[in-house]
């Protein structure tokens, strides 16, 4: 019987793994090793800035594990979304850490390179004809959003890694790319079911997550035949249920019947989950439907200034009961203070044990004997940022409310200096939708021979 | 009535991607599922109340059976990382729902 398993070390590369589970894992005889290594989850700075959300040290101690299993097991590694938003110097990045690794380990091997990054010109011009179309809940892209990015990847689907195994790349880097299509290429490339594959993929991505107990830094591994797949954890001390198993389909998804992604849609009305053994679970009956146009999703950031934040408490009842108005009228004469630079700074506030992590939402906004207090401000200049926080910041400290007290000073603060320069700030741009003439269209594939 | 944290054994939001957050409520066990599944008292127009938006922002609302789990995906108040933000993750927008009592066929009980 046709079979092909697949080894998922880890939920995102440099989230490390137990070597023993490692070890359980290449003792099943994988034919492939793939990890994803992005999200879009830690927010627009990681994609907008080019820099990774995962430290350099975890992610070249977790490929030494990796590079040196897959060329001793001789089989291929496929790393998709570089560097964690996969855009040219994420991939650069990773691509440095991957030699540095193979020249410590006296490793040698052929590896493919595949940039994910949409140029200004060539998605204006897909704007133009008519070729983009937003992913849900977006504002409407404008040319000027383009060109104000930094950064522009879309996520490529299985094809253009199928092109660098055809090629024969022994470990095929990626950027931007379907988390689940680094675990499907080379099962669709070998005729499995793209279905099947894919869904697979779907649960590899995340590792262990699709467990109990559940962890995004231990190993899963896959087993995939002509007409189901099974799913087991590496690691003796977790197992894989219907429970687990399903639930993760769920998991960061919009609708769990229906995944869309590069060229076609996951159609998972047909699947049934099974529990085999006591560790693993039996799924069968996915589909894949592919969609004509293909289309992919193109992802953005764009730079909008600077933030600098300050931190404090406050532990005076008066001063918390008159909270509300006291933030207004801080509000107001920062306002006033800079009114000609009106435009070019924003200024926000988070009140920690009242309303800090819902806002609105919050069905219980009463703060509690003490509050935490986060002053933000955001402007087109650091030294503008810099002058709003600290404007706001001492202003709140001083700031005379009818029945005050403590005349000394408001609030509590933790640290001196008292106020922190985030650097540049972002916010997502393009979240959209572009078909493509071909699934390949703008992937180009690379080779290197790396030799040690 | 019921409270939902006595029939679920997961209740959590996070981002599905940048401009959507998705709450899932996985039940303890099947007969629970069934039994709010049929009155349907988890739906579109409650979670709308509960997170006080229109209830055209709730974009999908599925009960999984595979997973014994309702799934409710709306849109972001904002963009993930926006000016504003409070939760990059989406992580921590799960406690409006941890207050909530659902009907449990058991309302004239007492009376």
Not at chain 2, 46 to 70: H, K, M, N, S, T
Request: hydrophobic share 40%; proline share 7%; charged share 25%.
């Amino acid at each position: 019987m046709k079979q092909m398993v697949l080894l998922s070390p880890t939920a995102i590369l440099g989230y490390g793994f137990p070597a023993g589970s490692f070890e359980n894992g290449l003792s099943c005889g994988p034919h492939v090793i793939a990890v994803d290594a992005g999200s879009t989850d830690p927010g627009p700075y990681y994609l907008g800035s080019g820099k990774s959300f995962v430290p350099r040290g975890a992610v070249k101690r977790d490929l030494t594990f990796l590079l040196r299993a897959a060329r001793t097991l001789r089989i291929p590694l496929l790393i998709g979304t570089a560097g964690g938003s996969g855009a040219r110097q994420h991939l650069e990045w990773c691509r440095e850490i991957i030699l540095e690794v193979a020249r410590e380990e006296g490793l040698s091997f052929r590896m493919a390179a595949i940039p994910a990054d949409v140029s200004k010109q060539y998605l204006a011009e897909a704007l133009r004809q008519g070729r983009v179309s937003p992913l849900g809940p977006v504002p409407e892209l404008t040319e000027e959003i383009i060109t104000e990015s930094t950064n522009l990847v879309a996520q490529m689907g299985v094809e253009p890694l199928i092109e660098a195994l055809d090629g024969g790349a022994e470990v095929v880097l990626a950027g931007r790319c379907y988390d689940p299509a680094v675990f499907a290429a080379l099962p669709i490339k070998e005729g499995f079911d793209p279905g099947l594959a894919l869904h697979l993929g779907k649960i590899l991505e995340c590792a262990a997550i699709a467990a109990v107990p559940g962890s995004g830094s231990d190993c899963m591994i896959g087993l995939l035949e002509e007409s189901r797949f099974l799913v087991e954890a590496a690691s003796p001390k977790r197992q894989a249920t219907v429970a687990s198993v399903a639930a993760h389909t769920l998991y960061e998804k919009s609708n769990p019947y229906l995944l869309p992604g590069p060229g076609g849609i996951l159609d998972l009305h047909g699947t049934s989950f099974r529990q085999v053994t006591g560790r693993r679970v039996a799924v069968e009956g996915s589909r894949f439907r592919p969609v004509s146009p293909y289309t992919v999703k193109v992802e953005g950031a764009r730079m909008i200034g600077y933030r600098v934040v300050s931190i404090a408490g406050a532990r005076d009842p008066r001063f918390i009961s008159a909270l509300e108005e006291i933030l207004a009228g801080v509000r107001e004469r920062t306002e006033d203070n800079f009114s000609s630079e009106r435009r070019r700074f924003s200024l926000n506030f988070h009140v920690y044990g009242r309303d800090g992590v819902m806002g609105k939402q919050e069905p219980r906004p009463e703060p509690g004997h003490e509050v935490g207090i986060v002053l933000e401000a955001v402007a087109e200049t650091e030294e503008l940022a810099e002058a709003v926080c600290g404007f706001a910041r001492s202003t709140m400290l001083h700031f005379g409310f009818p029945g005050r007290l403590s005349t000394a000073g408001n609030l509590a603060f933790p640290y001196s200096p008292s106020d922190f320069k985030v650097g540049a700030a972002y916010v997502f741009s393009v979240h959209h939708l572009i078909t493509l003439a071909h699934p390949r269209e703008i992937f180009p594939v690379s080779f290197e021979e790396v030799r040690s | 009535m019921k409270p939902l944290v006595e029939l679920a054994q997961v209740i959590r939001t996070k981002n599905a991607g940048p401009y959507e957050l998705t709450l899932d409520i996985i039940f303890k066990d099947r007969d629970g599922y069934e039994r709010v599944k049929r009155s349907n008292s988890l739906n579109a127009a409650l979670i709308a109340r509960l997170y006080g938006v229109p209830e055209q922002d709730i974009l999908e609302v599925v009960y999984f059976d595979p997973a014994c789990a309702f799934k409710a995906t709306m849109k972001r108040p904002l963009p993930c990382g926006d000016l504003g933000e409070r939760d990059i993750y989406g992580a921590q927008q799960h406690a409006p729902l941890l207050d909530l009592w659902l009907p449990w066929g058991d309302e004239d009980e007492g009376s």
